[in-house]
Nanobody, 128 residues
Framework: DVQLMESGGGSEQAGGTLRLSCVAS????????MVWFRQVPGKEREGVAS????????DYDYSVKGRFTISEDNGKNTVSLQMTGLKPEDTATYFC?????????????????????WGKGTPVTISS
C-alpha cells in the first residue's frame, strides 16, 4: 500500500500563492497516477491536477490550468501543487490520491472512483 500525507494548506488572500505537498510512504508512488483533488462540503470531489512521476505525464482541469502547477521531487517522495492567482472559489479541502497509471493516460483521473490510495486532506481558505 502507498500511504500519503498532505501538508501546506492554510489561509491566503485572493491573488496569493500556496504550495501543497504530498509525501508518499515509498517509491511505488512513482508508478501511479498521482492526483490532487479538492472538495467543498456538500459537493463531490473534483480532480484538479495529475502526474505520472515515472513518465512525466501531466494534466490539469480547465479551472486551474495556467494557475496551478503539479510537480514531483523523486528524492523526497513528494508530489507538490503550486497554486498561484488564488481565487475564493479555490477554497476547499485538498486531497492527494494515487491510482493506476492508466487513469492519467486516459483522462479518467478526474474521477475519484479511479483512485486507490488517499491522504487525509489539507484545508485551503481563500478570502476576497
Amino acid at each position: 500500500d502507498v500511504q500519503l500525507m498532505e501538508s501546506g494548506g492554510g489561509s491566503e488572500q485572493a491573488g496569493g500563492t500556496l504550495r501543497l505537498s504530498c509525501v508518499a510512504s515509498d517509491k511505488a508512488y512513482r508508478r501511479h497516477c498521482m492526483v490532487w483533488f479538492r472538495q467543498v462540503p456538500g459537493k463531490e470531489r473534483e480532480g484538479v491536477a495529475s502526474i505520472v512521476p515515472e513518465s512525466g505525464q501531466i494534466d490539469y482541469d480547465y479551472s486551474v490550468k495556467g494557475r496551478f502547477t503539479i510537480s514531483e521531487d523523486n528524492g523526497k517522495n513528494t508530489v507538490s501543487l503550486q497554486m498561484t492567482g488564488l481565487k475564493p472559489e479555490d477554497t476547499a479541502t485538498y486531497f492527494c490520491a494515487a491510482g493506476v497509471r492508466y487513469s492519467c493516460y486516459s483522462g479518467s483521473w478526474v474521477y475519484d472512483v479511479n483512485m486507490r490510495y488517499w491522504g487525509k486532506g489539507t484545508p485551503v481558505t481563500i478570502s476576497s
